[in-house]
């Protein structure tokens, strides 16, 4: 799923494409993705571009007369850029076209499940309506940051992903941050010292930066959009890279499955050298489960 750094870049990217531009014409071409029946389309059609922003992992296209396009990308969803002129790409899985002066933006969704979607906005009150609520990490202060982390008493993983909590972090970059902060992601947020929590806050802003001026280097390199969107990628320290060598200790990278997602970690830097096991495998493996690190290298 696209996150902060990821989403950061669509908006500054079409922000910079939509400058001065008008909103022609909404093409949608999967029912589903359209998600309000209110405003309609025709209503949005032939409003100025007045910005580009972000809500939690939406990118929010504000027109004039405080009309919006709300895109949630979810997991699959991806934006194209086409300049004015230019050939829709072939294959399948454009979802809607939003047609520019000077260019087309192309909602996708690879997979069959049809999660993306769009919801047309008026009133920048509706518009606030569908925030989740989650703070902004890279705006709000250590105090902030750890009272937010307190709020519940969650592991380490699950609050830093609920967007009630905190604004755009997912699955990869909470893995990323978690291991930058050296924290277990199963910590619980209630034993949490204020030391730690005060480690992960930084751990955060210098994740989310670096990935950020990583991905905008990346779009700027490719006339100025991103187009190789993933939440996985070779410089990523632990996500995704179950069994490749941890880039800080060279110890393999571990693995918690859980139903759709896995948490990804290092167990010499982040727990002690303790392997975490989900309930069910570990229930299955029972005895044969390795509890640390060093068992396994043993193994
Ligand atoms: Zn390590």
């Known amino acids: ?3 902060l750094p990821d989403i950061t870049v669509y908006v500054e990217s079409l922000a910079a494409k939509l400058r001065g531009d008008r909103l022609e014409r909404i093409r949608v071409l999967n029912p589903f ?12 059609e032939g409003r100025d571009v007045a910005g580009v922003e ?5 990118v929010v296209i504000a027109l004039d007369g405080e009309r919006f396009v709300v895109i949630h990308l979810m997991i699959a969803g991806r934006l194209k850029w086409l300049a004015a002129g230019a050939k829709p790409p072939a294959g399948r899985g454009a979802l809607a076209t939003i047609a520019f002066g000077g260019g087309t933006l192309v909602l996708t969704e690879a997979g069959t499940k049809r999660r993306a979607s769009i919801h047309l906005v008026s009133g ?9 609520g989650g703070v902004d990490p890279m705006r709000c202060d250590a105090a902030t940051f750890a009272g937010r982390l307190a709020a519940e008493n969650h592991t380490l993983k699950r609050s830093l992903t609920n967007p009630r909590l ?9 893995d990323e941050i978690l291991h930058f902060a050296r924290l277990s992601p199963i910590a619980l947020t209630h034993r949490l010292a204020p030391a730690d929590a005060e480690r992960l806050h930084a751990a955060t802003r210098a994740v989310v930066r670096e990935w950020t001026q990583r ?3 990346e779009a700027a390199a490719h006339g100025g959009w991103p187009d190789k969107v993933t939440a996985f990628r070779p410089e990523m320290a632990v996500h995704g890279r179950y069994g490749q060598p941890c880039p800080v200790c060279g110890s393999p990278v571990q693995r918690i499955v859980h139903a759709d997602n896995e948490t990804n970690y290092c167990a010499r ?3 002690g050298g303790r392997l975490l096991a989900d309930r069910a495998l570990s229930t299955l493996l029972k005895r044969s489960w390795p509890r640390h690190i060093d068992d396994l290298d043993a193994g």
Not at 166 to 174: E, R
Request: aromatic share 4%; proline share 9%.
């Open 1 to 3: 799923m696209p996150e």
């Open 33 to 44: 993705v359209l998600r309000t029946a209110q405003p309609p389309a025709a209503d949005v």
């Open 54 to 58: 972000r809500l939690g992992k939406r």
């Open 124 to 132: 920048r009150e509706a518009l606030e309506a569908m925030d989740p």
């Open 166 to 174: 905190f604004s755009g972090i997912g699955n990869a970059y909470a």
């Open 215 to 217: 991905l905008r280097a």
């Open 269 to 271: 830097c982040q727990t």
